[in-house]
């Protein structure tokens, strides 16, 4: 793809209120400047297991994608999550940090010990 085209994409998903995108394997976030209800309990439920079925992008998807060939491919995982400061990579991390501690069956507050590091740019699971 363009970037012309990517950008467009991006443009016109703002407009319809959709701040997730899906570009191959890469998912893109524009902040949508407002308060929004993403992360609730029924939607961890409905993206988890969702085996085929086409759901609109989200970061659960990236997140349960990762688990899963982590677990059932035996295969290591890293999740990428940049952005420009202010945009909300930490609590994009606590999101992850959470939805992976809720299907492996972890201890709950996990996500909570996240803050920035020296290198807040990564998370490994094994």
């Known amino acids: 793809m363009e970037e012309p085209a990517i950008i467009h994409l991006l443009q016109s998903r703002f407009l319809r209120?959709?701040?997730?995108?899906?570009?191959?394997?890469?998912?893109i976030a524009i902040n949508p400047f407002k308060r929004t209800n993403h992360f609730t309990p029924t939607e961890s439920k409905m993206y988890r297991g969702r085996g085929?079925?086409?759901?609109?992008?989200?970061p659960y998807i990236v997140i349960d994608d990762a688990y899963n060939d982590m677990v059932n491919k035996?295969?290591?995982?890293?999740?990428?999550?940049?952005?420009?400061?202010g945009a909300g990579k930490t609590y994009t991390v606590r999101v992850c940090m959470a939805y992976v501690s809720e299907i492996a069956g972890s201890p709950l507050g996990v996500e909570k010990k996240v803050c920035w590091c020296i290198r807040p740019f990564a998370v490994c699971c094994r």
Not at 74 to 85: A, F, M, N, T
Request: hydrophobic share 35%; glycine share 6%; net charge negative.
């Open 74 to 85: 035996k295969l290591d995982q890293s999740i990428l999550i940049s952005g420009e400061s």
């Open 52 to 58: 085929t079925e086409q759901l609109p992008p989200h």
């Open 17 to 27: 209120d959709e701040i997730w995108t899906s570009v191959g394997d890469i998912l």
